[in-house]
């Protein structure tokens, strides 16, 4: 019975560097232990011991073959044939991943042979081959032991053939206790390359997002690899990676959901995949929304689209607030099947280039292609617009059904609307029944204070507006001139007169505007208070819906309160209790002139109290990105 089993294959597996591909051992399965997912979203997995009759060690199924044990047999005592694998190091401990297998016979009652340890024989041989100097890291928890996918047979490689050595891994797969791999992904997106300048020094970067079948990953290469690497990579291409670093994702740099990103090297190698042995790798996959349902998607998310770019307009250029530099900006205007219009801007190098001859996208500027975006940003200036980000990609006339029916669909019907702007837009649709000037800048923007400061909100000339959004607590509300007596007149129907009126004797409040007196006047909040958040404090002022909101009375009880005995007592308890209360305020900035000093202006339009449990959530959101 020993016979059956491949004499030697535990040590050959574990220390044989150059792996041979036409190596297929056939081992004994001593145990099968599942071990729980310890993250959402991850597959259970199993760890296998297995013999070769004299020799046992640890061996791991990749995530894709626990088919093999759920329904195939694959159990204690059985005779796998290992079609292919890849040794590991886990803390400090080799093990076998199996990437291919065969269950071959399970009819075996025992165990074959009397196996000892192999670990407890090769201890002191025990090093990663390859690993340029590095050795691997403990690891905390073996049960998160990334997963494997069965290679294809015989990696082709595009050029020394130094891949060769490497098994293909899947993404999912890469972490940084192992340094021999070889990934096979399709680039997704690539950045422009970035150029940085700062006291240590100044450089340049550029990042390509990866995907296969079992996930996405993000990759950076820095100045020499920059120089090496950039030019090779196209979009939507696929290629063979190796030799490069893994590293923790930088996640507030990433919109890809991976724990781990990589960094090319000097001697980082990337190769194109031939196009006849691109087809395991999967084309991007696209979840469009359709224009008229954008609103369904929240300001700040990303979404898919795709539609007929309908006018081109002109390069421009701004200071991005921000990184206080000059970025070139480019909209178009993007139409679909449902008869909406929506504004889409390109920024950098994308928009400079669009329907130029140097353009990678190959549109003219008359032209109108179906385009195709992934992950582009939507944003809710003027209700809804989408925006690209350096992670979004972008395709102009895509092999895609629904590429292809919106040709169709525009050359029919479309051109029609187009030339009778008969196109919907969300920014006429919103404007229409919301108050002007709420609009004229993207509401929902949210600030801290110290940002509305280092941005300079609300310092343009000409009196021009900025508008914000924060979350802060309002610590101090001023006792002083809290509200004022206004003129109850009308000034047309319907509408309040509100200017300030004088009491020259009693029964007697003079209004200069409407040119009468009135009995009693109008109390009108005109409310200054100091809000702060964990950036810095600053002033804010409201008129009367939202200081009656914040003190929870109308000005009039408080002045009735004020007279009564006690009053000046009773009157600061209820601003005491009023502040420290933490809201969103809708704001806005301006330059204001007070007493020949220029100095700007916040007004509040709105306060809403904190939703805790949405802002916990995002607070849990936004430190993931940390994690
Ligand atoms: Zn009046």
Known sequence: MAGQLTEGCVSRMLDDSEKNVDFQPICQVLTVKMIKATKEGASDRYRL???????????????????????????????IKIKSYAPN??????????????????????????????????APAVKTEGGAGTSPAPRANAGAMPARRAPTAGVRAGGDGSINKNPVYPIEGLSPYQNKWTIKARVTSKSEIKYWSNARGDGKLFSVNLLDETGEIKATGFNDAVDKLYPLFIENRVYYISKAKVNIAKKQFSTVNNEYEITFEKDSEVFECKDDDVGDVPEVKYNFVPLD???SVEPKQTCDVVGIVDSVGELGEIISKASQKPVQKRELVFVDQTGMS???????????????????????????PVVAFKNISVGDFGGRSLSMTSSSSMMVNPDLPEAHSLRGWYDDEGVALSSKQAFKSYSSAMLGNSTVGANSSDPKERKTIGEVKDLGLGTKPEGKADYFNMR?????????NLYYTACPGEKGPGEKCQKKVVCESEGNWRCE??????????????????????????????????????VGMKAE???????????????????????????????????????????????VTRIS????????????????KFL
Request: proline residues 1%; glycine residues 6%.
């Open 49 to 79: 011991i297995l013999s070769d009759g004299e020799h046992y060690a640890q061996s791991m199924l990749a995530t894709q073959l626990k088919g093999l044990v759920e329904n195939d047999g694959l159990a204690r005592n059985c005779l």
């Open 89 to 122: 190091t886990i803390q400090d401990r080799k093990i076998i991943i199996l990437l291919d297998v065969e269950v071959v016979d399970t009819t075996i009652a025992d165990r074959v042979g009397d196996p000892k340890s192999y670990e407890q024989r090769a």
């Open 293 to 295: 349902q954008l609103d």
């Open 342 to 368: 929506v504004r889409l801007t390109l920024w950098g190098k994308t928009a400079m280039t669009y329907g130029t001859d140097k353009g990678h996208v190959g549109a003219g500027m008359d032209d109108r």
């Open 472 to 480: 802060a607590t309002l610590v101090y509300i001023r006792n002083e």
């Open 513 to 550: 505007r409407c040119n009468r007196s009135y009995e009693a006047p109008d109390y009108r909040y005109m409310l200054s208070a100091n809000v702060q958040d964990y950036t810095g404090q600053l002033w804010i002022n409201s008129f009367n819906d939202v200081g009656e909101q914040i």
């Open 557 to 603: 009880q408080l002045e009735q309160l004020r007279n009564e005995d006690d009053g000046e007592a009773k009157y600061n308890q209820v601003l005491t209790k009023a502040a420290n209360k933490m809201y969103m305020f809708n704001c806005r900035a301006k330059m204001d002139t007070f007493q020949d000093q220029e100095r700007v202006r916040y007004s």
């Open 609 to 624: 109290e904190v939703d805790f449990a949405k802002a916990g959530n995002e607070l849990v959101e936004a430190m993931k």
